[in-house]
């Protein structure tokens, strides 16, 4: 089955500099790629994602990137603020979606004023 | 606010207990997802069901079930409860359920606590 390994663990940054998060998979099938912002007793919330036929996508200050052959994938975040402190989660998945859809362990990102 | 919701938001409870943790997906959305997060880990996916069936199984234990229902809110039901099961359990709803990429959209979770 797949497996998603995601790093680093934590991660520290000053306000206004770039974090970068970076996640690998397993299964060459996986063809879409989500990542997810939990705040601390919250449930976790979509923020971007991409999907295998794209190799890039941005959102004002987010940006995904995916090597497929690589099989890697990355959530830029730049112009850091302190409302960006929280864990994030990517995952990936292929069909059938349910019991393929395969999260990383989680980046603890702390964005310090 | 993803739309989803979940209650109750905590749950305390002794072991042995049965628990029932009550899911009302987005409207529009067929499919609901139950995941556990237990203390420092990630989301591990338990179970899937699609527009009342049963459409995948994960990391389940057999003292757990799930049902969705014809309004499609979904209920997770953990019996015979052990320390062990104290986590946050999320229940994440989408579109579809097969065949296409799709979004989860997650509630706020319940978090229960085995005493």
């Known amino acids: 089955g797949e497996n998603v390994e995601q790093h680093p663990s934590t991660l520290s940054v000053q306000e206004g500099d770039s974090a970068v998060i970076k996640c690998t998979y397993s299964d060459s099938a996986s063809n879409y790629f989500p990542w997810y912002k939990q705040e601390l007793g919250k449930g976790p919330q979509l923020i971007i994602d991409?999907?295998?036929?794209?190799g890039e996508k941005k959102d004002q200050r987010i940006a995904v990137t995916l090597n497929k052959t690589a099989k890697h994938f990355s959530l830029h975040i730049t112009e850091t603020q302190p409302e960006d402190s929280a864990v994030y989660f990517c995952a990936a998945s292929n069909p059938p979606y349910g019991q393929n859809f395969v999260f990383g362990p989680g980046t603890r990102l702390s964005v310090l004023p | 606010d993803s739309g989803v919701t979940q209650t109750p938001k905590h749950l305390i409870t002794a072991t042995g207990q049965r628990v029932t943790l009550r899911c009302s997906p987005r409207?529009?959305?067929?499919?609901v997802y139950w995941y556990q997060q237990s203390l420092d880990q990630g989301l591990q996916f338990l179970i899937q069901?699609?527009?009342?069936?049963?459409?995948a199984k994960g990391n389940i234990l057999e003292r757990f079930s799930a049902q969705q229902f014809p309004d499609l809110h979904s209920e997770l039901n953990l019996s015979s409860l052990e320390l062990g099961d104290s986590a946050l359990y999320f229940c994440a709803s989408s579109v579809a359920g097969a065949g296409g990429v799709d979004e989860q959209y997650f509630g706020p979770g319940t978090r229960l606590t085995v005493t």
């Open positions: 991409i999907r295998s036929n794209v």
């Open positions: 069901y699609y527009n009342g069936e049963e459409r």
């Open positions: 409207s529009g959305d067929l499919s």
